[in-house]
Protein backbone atom coordinates (compact mmCIF):
# COMPACT_ATOMS: atom_id res chain seq x y z
CA UNK A 1 0.00 0.00 0.00
CA UNK A 2 1.08 3.49 -0.32
CA UNK A 3 0.72 6.01 1.76
CA UNK A 4 1.74 9.91 1.25
CA UNK A 5 3.58 11.33 4.13
CA UNK A 6 4.33 9.38 7.72
CA UNK A 7 0.56 8.23 9.12
CA UNK A 8 0.35 8.17 12.59
CA UNK A 9 -0.58 4.41 14.29
CA UNK A 10 -4.47 4.70 14.72
CA UNK A 11 -4.31 5.86 10.53
CA UNK A 12 -1.95 2.73 9.71
CA UNK A 13 -4.47 0.33 11.76
CA UNK A 14 -7.37 2.18 9.64
CA UNK A 15 -5.58 1.30 6.54
CA UNK A 16 -4.52 -2.28 7.55
CA UNK A 17 -8.53 -2.72 8.43
CA UNK A 18 -10.04 -1.43 5.40
CA UNK A 19 -7.34 -3.52 3.19
CA UNK A 20 -8.05 -6.71 5.46
CA UNK A 21 -11.95 -6.61 5.58
CA UNK A 22 -11.79 -5.55 1.25
CA UNK A 23 -9.65 -9.34 1.03
CA UNK A 24 -12.03 -11.19 3.58
CA UNK A 25 -15.10 -9.52 0.67
CA UNK A 26 -13.10 -10.88 -1.86
CA UNK A 27 -13.09 -14.26 -0.23
CA UNK A 28 -16.53 -14.58 -0.02
CA UNK A 29 -16.87 -13.37 -4.23
CA UNK A 30 -18.02 -16.46 -6.26
CA UNK A 31 -21.54 -17.36 -8.07
CA UNK A 32 -24.55 -17.93 -5.99
CA UNK A 33 -23.54 -15.98 -3.20
CA UNK A 34 -25.57 -13.59 -2.06
CA UNK A 35 -24.40 -9.53 -2.33
CA UNK A 36 -26.12 -8.44 0.73
CA UNK A 37 -23.65 -10.86 2.78
CA UNK A 38 -20.43 -8.73 1.61
CA UNK A 39 -21.74 -5.96 4.04
CA UNK A 40 -21.56 -7.96 6.90
CA UNK A 41 -18.25 -9.44 6.52
CA UNK A 42 -16.90 -6.08 5.92
CA UNK A 43 -18.59 -4.29 9.18
CA UNK A 44 -17.97 -7.32 11.49
CA UNK A 45 -14.54 -7.48 11.07
CA UNK A 46 -14.24 -3.29 11.11
CA UNK A 47 -15.98 -3.17 14.20
CA UNK A 48 -14.07 -5.59 15.91
CA UNK A 49 -10.95 -2.99 15.13
CA UNK A 50 -12.78 -0.52 16.60
CA UNK A 51 -14.00 1.14 13.58
CA UNK A 52 -17.45 2.05 11.60
CA UNK A 53 -18.68 2.02 8.18
CA UNK A 54 -19.98 4.72 5.94
CA UNK A 55 -23.63 3.77 5.22
CA UNK A 56 -24.03 6.68 2.97
CA UNK A 57 -22.16 5.34 0.06
CA UNK A 58 -21.72 2.01 -1.12
CA UNK A 59 -20.16 -0.23 -4.16
CA UNK A 60 -22.05 -1.07 -7.26
CA UNK A 61 -22.41 -3.04 -10.18
CA UNK A 62 -21.00 -2.25 -13.59
CA UNK A 63 -22.55 -2.04 -16.40
CA UNK A 64 -23.18 0.19 -20.08
CA UNK A 65 -23.79 2.56 -17.08
CA UNK A 66 -20.83 2.97 -14.66
CA UNK A 67 -23.43 3.02 -11.66
CA UNK A 68 -25.88 0.46 -11.69
CA UNK A 69 -26.97 -2.81 -9.56
CA UNK A 70 -26.81 -4.34 -7.52
CA UNK A 71 -25.75 -1.91 -4.80
CA UNK A 72 -23.07 -3.58 -2.55
CA UNK A 73 -23.80 -2.06 1.27
CA UNK A 74 -20.59 -2.15 3.37
CA UNK A 75 -22.38 -3.31 6.38
CA UNK A 76 -24.91 -5.81 7.62
CA UNK A 77 -27.92 -5.45 5.68
CA UNK A 78 -31.18 -7.43 4.18
CA UNK A 79 -31.55 -5.93 1.18
CA UNK A 80 -32.92 -8.24 -1.21
CA UNK A 81 -29.55 -7.65 -4.18
CA UNK A 82 -29.37 -11.08 -5.57
CA UNK A 83 -26.82 -13.45 -6.06
CA UNK A 84 -23.56 -13.19 -7.60
CA UNK A 85 -23.35 -15.15 -10.95
CA UNK A 86 -20.06 -15.61 -13.25
CA UNK A 87 -19.74 -12.61 -15.30
CA UNK A 88 -21.09 -9.82 -13.19
CA UNK A 89 -18.97 -7.09 -12.46
CA UNK A 90 -19.46 -5.25 -9.67
CA UNK A 91 -17.16 -3.23 -6.72
CA UNK A 92 -16.47 -3.56 -3.52
CA UNK A 93 -14.91 -0.31 -1.94
CA UNK A 94 -15.51 -0.34 1.63
CA UNK A 95 -15.38 3.22 3.31
CA UNK A 96 -14.31 3.04 6.96
CA UNK A 97 -14.23 6.23 10.10
CA UNK A 98 -12.78 5.96 13.34
CA UNK A 99 -16.06 7.58 14.66
CA UNK A 100 -19.11 6.72 14.16
Known amino acids: MF ?3 EPDEK ?3 LIQ ?3 DCWVKALDFVKPGN ?3 DIGAIIEDHVVENGFSTVRN ?3 HGIGSVF ?3 PNIYHYRN ?3 NGKMDA ?3 FTIEPMICEGS
Open 11 to 13: AKK
Open 78 to 80: TEP
Open 34 to 36: DYK
Open 67 to 69: HTN
Open 17 to 19: TTY
Open 57 to 59: FCG
Open 87 to 89: GHT
Open 3 to 5: VAG
